[in-house]
């Protein structure tokens, strides 16, 4: 189980200290901000989608519905060939264009995550820049492939 640390700073220098006690040597971690601590870490299709809809089987409807409009959308505008790219493939070029999408972004760079993290406003008054090593995503996919997609929202 992977553990989750906490840190809160009040000032940049704290905040530039704990990246580099943390992070600067460890080039295994990726990283996330977010404007409000108060926000899930969660994907926008996610977010919207568990607000509109109570059952899942709408929830997994409107999902299907997102992903086959955004394709009937794009259909001769992109060099891609549609029989051919993954669903990921196309999630991922959409959340380009601002589709909701069940992605989430992450950089291998702090002080990137740190842009994203003081961009808007933020309802609490803190930001959270999130880290996780890539051998906890290896390792949280798997376990995540066992559970069926109903446990996914």
Known sequence: MATIEYVETSDWLNLSCTIDEYFTHYNNYIFRGHADADWKLESTLARVVNKT?????????????????????????????????????IWAL???????????DWTRSPYVALFFSL?????????????????????ISKKNKKRTAKSMW
Do not use: C
């Not at 997102?66 to 959308?73: D, P, R, S, T």
């Not at 959409?94 to 989430?104: A, E, I, V």
């Not at 961009?119 to 051998?135: C, H, M, Q, T």
């Open 53 to 89: 809809y109570k059952k899942m089987s709408d929830r997994q409807q409107a999902t299907s519905d997102q992903i086959k409009q955004f394709k009937e959308n794009i259909r001769g505008r992109t060099h891609l060939d549609l029989n051919k790219t993954t669903d990921d493939e």
């Open 94 to 104: 959409g959340q380009h264009f601002g589709l909701y999408t069940p992605l989430l």
């Open 119 to 139: 961009f808007g406003p933020s309802a609490s008054g803190k930001r959270v820049l999130w880290a996780i090593l890539e051998e906890d995503i290896v390792r």
